[in-house]
């Protein structure tokens, strides 16, 4: 229920920054910030690149957010803005390199008191490096349909490919990480 209301929130965010309020576009940058410079470092591995990247985003967003015809389609159009930025910045600071590093640790839930809850932070931390160690649009596609429940079409748009392409890095990540998580190393 959470995430439909969000949802409608940010339609409504969307639509009134549009139609020119300030006060709603501020909201919605506040609302989307931090989930667009999470998207950036998830495809940068890079804390300076992703900051710059989302801030110029940004001002892309605001200059065409009143051309923007469905207001559903913010997340994925904001994404993909993102994702363009991105690959601008790295080309211009990295035209050598492929795109590189892994996402930020997450900091550890703390200590926990029972065996099971024990056993499910290891799985959680297992998990979390497998995410790590894989290939960086790999990593980009699995954020974004499972961690941001964005659809197969909505995560094309955002990472600016077609489909099949976001089902293919999805199965070959499913993969790879249930090979790690099962034990499995060789696949």
């Not at 029972?114 to 799985?123: K, S």
Request: glycine residues 4%.
């Amino acid at each position: 229920m959470r995430e439909a209301t969000g949802r409608v929130l940010d339609e409504y965010l969307v639509v009134a920054a549009a139609a020119g309020d300030r006060r709603a576009f501020g909201d919605l940058a506040r609302r989307w910030n931090r989930k667009l410079i999470a998207h950036a470092w998830r495809l940068t591995g890079d804390q300076e690149i992703a900051l710059e990247a989302a801030q110029s985003a940004w001002v892309e967003i605001a200059r065409g957010i009143v051309r923007l015809r469905d207001e559903k389609a913010f997340p994925a159009w904001a994404y993909r803005i993102v994702s363009r930025r991105c690959a601008r910045l790295i080309a211009a600071r990295q035209a050598d390199r492929a795109l590189a590093a892994s996402v930020a640790a997450e900091p550890p839930p703390p200590p926990a008191m029972t065996d099971d809850a024990f056993g499910m932070r290891l799985e959680a931390e297992r998990l979390h490096a497998a995410i790590r160690a894989l290939p960086p649009a790999q990593r980009a596609a699995i954020a974004l349909f499972h961690f941001e429940q964005m659809t197969v079409a909505e995560t094309a748009v955002a990472l600016d490919i077609p489909a099949g392409t976001v089902k293919t890095r999805l199965m070959h990540a499913r993969l790879a990480l249930r090979a790690v998580l099962e034990g499995d190393d060789h696949a």
